[in-house]
């Protein structure tokens, strides 16, 4: 039984009804990444050419022309084992800020629970991170570092970053149904964001007071566990992992409840 | 079973196209910056328009196994109703109480992707629709044989024909099994044989105890598939009952008006308009459609072989750029029989900018053109992002001349019957080869 009426208040996230759905989220996310490289050349090799090229090209200009500190490690593996989580984060990101707009056709024509749409456009850069991660293991062989034993703690980070982008996803895809100014922002957004996660420098170069300012970006937390589980050490993680955590969980939190408040009149506003 | 009970919906003129931009909302709260704080109050009395109930004290039952109709001019609110109904946008007033599972098709193959192949595109597309993976699975066979796309299940949609695309939406949409279905308007896609057999299949579906509510446009498709019908009327129950008397009604009050002259509150009524938020009030007024004879007098019945005009007056209050003006006649089923607009024709004196005014627009629809109907008249004036519509508000009749003293009977009925050139021409003797199409 179904029952229609005017939504009132603050509403509940609707579980039954996402259960419900679950397989139309598996057909979602499998089309996202079914279509992702469809007519190019080099097709699912851009997975890997993307973080390659840009860790060439870091290391060229941040590791050699700067000679930018890279706590110990070769700079290429110390950018490509940040620049791995960052690409799946910003990937997830970009997708879902603009999922709801993208996917208006059946916002406007098909009833489901509305949620489905960013959590699954969330995922389709997991592919894409899977492919180059086996660049990473080539990577750490030829350069010789052998993982900590810790590093069976690195889905931690990956689900961190996913639940990081999905937060922020929420937020924008709710935010870019109404006001379309949020899809031109998304790209400037990830650029600051880029630049104030140490995913090219070394979190040893920032003064010691503002490291607790700076770990509220869950992305830093997320970076350097990348680094902690990969490489063995990484600066005050403890502390930046749980920091990352809680802020990722409120933005999760506030997010889904802004995005469930306003997805009633989603299928008004696209 | 379905319950609907004072269902009403409010949209804010001219919510439904356009998307706000953050300025707006800016400048808004910079004019007045206690709507931020009282933000409810913001959401009510919006700076756009007036607000718009498509939808208004809406109540019916159906009963489960019934197949009810739909029917309404545009803007009537079926799709609001059917969108309400279908949990795609959220009531404004009202309730509504569905028993059982609830399947609805407000188009055919929603959420086809074209680089997918058809294969994929029928488990993504049921999906969509609420079927499970199993579901399809077992289904999938009959939904390929009645969509006739076997060879092709495995090329990718793009490079399938519209009318492949659309056999595969409705094939999977028919074998959809829920209780309760809401249609709207799927049978008009598709050519003429395939929409034969969508209307035959939706007959299966009424036989199998399913409940039913089915809007369309296509008065054919509801006397052949519902015994009960409703009619809205400017998102307002007008009536509800066994489907020719509703029919009936809907064609003698919605469609048409008894005068060759529509002006005054009778013009307003009927008149759709919407506008750019740029704006407060609309910028032009369409005052006055009528339909006159060669002679000048307003009729709304005309011989075939006698051309008449059709004029529209209107005030334009603030200077418009790109006025757009076209006239269309269409019958009693909105089918567009004939569509002609001021740009055709290079010495109508539409200039670039509209200055404030008086003006009057006519265009001669020429003898010889028309059957014998009943067909209606619509207007349509575009400028400055004002949208105006005059849908169906004249009517009137044809009647058929013939050229010649013996015409048939059975060529008269039709909506268009021109008077075309033909030659007969002798070719060689019998018994001879036949030549072959010669060169000009």
Same mark, same amino acid.
């Given at each position: 039984m179904t029952v229609i009426e005017p939504s009132t208040g603050w509403l509940s996230l609707g579980f039954r009804d996402l259960w419900t759905y679950r397989e139309l989220f598996y057909f979602l996310a499998w089309r996202d990444i079914k279509v992702r490289y469809k007519q190019t050349v080099v097709g699912a090799a851009w997975a890997i050419l993307q973080p390659v090229l840009a860790m060439i090209v870091f290391s060229l200009?941040?590791?050699?022309?700067?000679?930018?500190?890279?706590d110990g490690y070769p700079y290429p593996i110390f950018v490509f084992s940040a620049l791995l989580p960052w690409q799946l984060f910003s990937t997830a990101l970009t997708q879902s800020s603009t999922s709801i707009v993208v996917n208006r056709q059946l916002v406007t024509k098909v009833y489901f629970p509305r949620l489905i749409i960013p959590v699954s456009s969330t995922l389709s850069g997991v592919v894409d991170f899977l492919m180059s991660f086996v660049v990473l293991i080539a990577l750490m062989a030829y350069y010789g570092i052998a993982p900590p034993v810790w590093v069976f703690t690195l889905p931690l980070f990956v689900v961190l970053a996913l639940a990081t982008a999905l937060a922020a996803g929420l937020w924008l895809s709710a935010l870019n149904a109404r006001y379309r100014d949020v899809q031109y922002t998304v790209p400037l957004l990830m650029q600051l964001w880029f630049f104030l996660t140490p995913v090219v420098y070394s979190t040893s170069i920032l003064p010691a007071k503002f490291e607790f300012l700076y770990g509220l970006n869950p992305m830093v937390g997320v970076v350097q566990g990348f680094r902690w589980a990969l490489l063995g050490s990484a600066p005050h993680i403890g502390v930046l992992t749980i920091l990352a955590f809680v802020m990722t969980f409120v933005l999760l939190a506030t997010g889904a409840a802004y995005f469930r408040r306003t997805e009633k009149v989603f299928a008004d506003l696209v | 079973m379905i319950q609907v009970d004072g269902l009403g919906k409010q949209y804010k003129i001219g919510q439904f196209q356009r998307y706000d931009a953050l300025r707006d909302s800016l400048g808004a709260a910079l004019t007045a910056p206690a709507r931020l704080v009282r933000r409810k109050k913001r959401v009510d009395t919006a700076t756009r328009g007036e607000p718009f109930w498509a939808l208004r004290d809406v109540s019916f039952e159906i009963e489960p196994g019934e197949i009810v109709g739909v029917v309404g001019r545009n803007g009537a609110g079926k799709s609001t109703l059917l969108k309400v109904l279908s949990r795609i946008t959220d009531p404004t007033t009202g309730s509504a109480t569905l028993h059982g599972r609830v399947g609805s098709l407000l188009e055919v193959g929603t959420g086809f992707h074209a680089e997918l192949t058809g294969r994929e595109n029928i488990f993504l597309n049921g999906a969509i629709l609420g079927m499970k993976r199993a579901e399809i699975l077992r289904k999938f066979d009959q939904i390929v044989e009645f969509a006739g796309v076997e060879q092709f299940l495995d090329t990718p949609m793009k490079r399938y024909s519209s009318g492949m695309e659309v056999r595969l939406g409705f094939s999977v949409a028919a074998h959809l099994e829920t209780e309760i279905l809401l249609v709207d308007e799927v049978l008009a896609v598709g050519d003429a044989e395939f929409q034969r057999r969508c209307l035959g299949k939706m007959k299966d579906v009424t036989r199998q105890g399913r409940t039913v509510l089915f809007v369309s446009h296509s008065l054919t498709a509801v006397r052949g598939l519902c015994p009960r019908s409703i009619l809205l009327r400017a998102g307002r129950l007008e009536a509800d009952g066994e489907t020719e008397a509703v029919l009936s009604r809907y064609i003698a009050e919605t469609l048409g008006g008894q005068s060759a002259v529509v002006a005054g509150e009778e013009l307003e009524r009927r008149t759709r308009t919407s506008w750019s938020?740029?704006?407060?009030?609309? @910028?032009f007024h369409v005052e006055r459609l009528a339909l006159l004879d060669s002679r000048g007098s307003a009729r709304n019945s005309f011989a075939s072989d006698e051309p008449f005009e059709i004029v529209l007056d209107y005030e334009v209050k603030e200077p418009i750029s790109g006025m757009w003006i076209a006239f269309r006649i269409v019958n009693d089923a909105q089918d567009v029989i004939l569509h002609t607009e001021?740009?055709?024709?290079?010495?109508?004196? @539409?200039?670039?900018r509209t200055e404030p005014g008086h003006y009057r627009s006519r265009c001669v629809i020429p003898a010889? @053109?028309?059957?014998?109907r009943r067909l209606f008249v619509t207007a349509l004036v575009e400028g400055s992002g004002q949208d105006t519509l005059l849908e169906s508000v004249i009517d009137f009749d044809i009647t058929f001349q013939g050229y010649n003293d013996n015409y048939a009977e059975w060529g008269r009925k039709v909506y268009v019957r021109p008077q075309l050139a033909w030659t007969i021409e002798p070719l060689g003797t019998a018994g001879s080869e036949a030549p072959p199409l010669a060169q000009r």
């Open positions: 200009i941040f590791g050699r022309a700067a000679g930018l500190s890279s | 938020s740029d704006h407060s009030r609309p @910028l001021v740009r055709d024709w290079a010495e109508s004196g @539409l200039s670039h010889n @053109l028309f059957g014998e």
